[in-house]
């Protein structure tokens, strides 16, 4: 894997999100380097939360751009190009959206209850979860995101656009339920959250968590939940699919 680091003074160019942009990796084999990376960048900068973008980099950036397009959520950049000036505006976009979240909070049983994908979506589930990697985009943008706690850095790729997916700020419920679970929320892709937990829950706590995912995806009583219970103490990982169009990742 290449890493390229940029600095806030850098001017913002082809292949950066905004002056936010701290890091792009080309050529990722998986996961395992992505969170080496993610924990390096933490360990420089306490001020700050990092997140990074996980499948189909550009498709993530063209729906996270109107997504920010909901009149809570929208910021007016201004046209300086200075680096300096830039920063100072992207801190701000970053703190807007997170007070827009904090302010216009969905709780966790207002959430649709199910998907319209149902089994289909459970599978989708099981299938990303056992061979994650293959979902990952070769190419990895990673933000620094100035907000004060885990579950606000979504503010720095704020997505969830079209009508039929989870929206930006029902995203954030997920991200707070998930962290009830002791999941904390590094990535977000085209059609995936990504979270990854200090150690592999046990099998008491993956049931806990299969419960949570059955009232968002529905379809209760499919053999698939079972399957994906057995599969989350193995791994430190759960990825997540917030799009109406997340069944067709794997096929």
């Known amino acids: 894997m290449r890493v390229t680091r940029y600095d806030a003074a850098q001017e913002v160019r082809r292949g950066r999100v905004d002056t936010n942009t701290v890091a792009r990796l080309d050529e990722v084999g998986g996961f395992a380097e992505v969170l080496d990376v993610l924990g390096q960048l933490r360990g420089e900068d306490a001020t700050a939360r990092v997140l990074c973008t996980l499948d189909d980099v550009d498709q993530c950036l063209y729906t996270s751009l109107h997504a920010t397009e909901d009149e809570r959520l929208w910021f ?3 046209e300086d190009e200075d680096p300096a000036v830039r920063r100072k505006v992207d801190d701000a976009r970053a703190a807007h959206v997170a007070a827009a979240l904090e ?3 969905v709780a966790w049983e207002e959430l649709p209850g199910q998907r319209m994908g149902g089994e289909v979506d459970v599978a989708a589930l099981v ?3 056992r061979a994650p990697d293959g ?14 706690r885990d579950d606000l850095a979504i503010a720095g790729i704020p997505n969830g656009y079209f009508t039929s997916d989870w929206s930006v700020f029902q995203n954030h419920a997920i991200v707070r339920r998930m962290a009830a679970h002791g999941y904390r929320h590094f990535g977000i892709g085209a059609s995936l959250l990504g979270f990854d937990r200090a150690v592999a829950p046990s099998p008491e706590e993956a049931t806990a968590v299969v419960a949570d995912l059955t009232h968002l ?7 698939a939940w079972d399957e994906l219970a057995g599969l989350l103490p193995e791994r430190r990982l759960l990825l997540l699919g917030y799009t109406e169009n997340f069944p067709d990742l794997v096929g």
């Open 127 to 129: 299938a990303v979860n």
């Open 103 to 105: 302010a216009s909070r």
């Open 217 to 223: 995806y529905g379809a209760p009583g499919v053999a």
């Open 76 to 78: 007016d950049d201004g």
């Open 135 to 148: 979902f990952l985009d070769d190419v990895v943008l990673v933000q620094r995101v100035p907000v004060a």
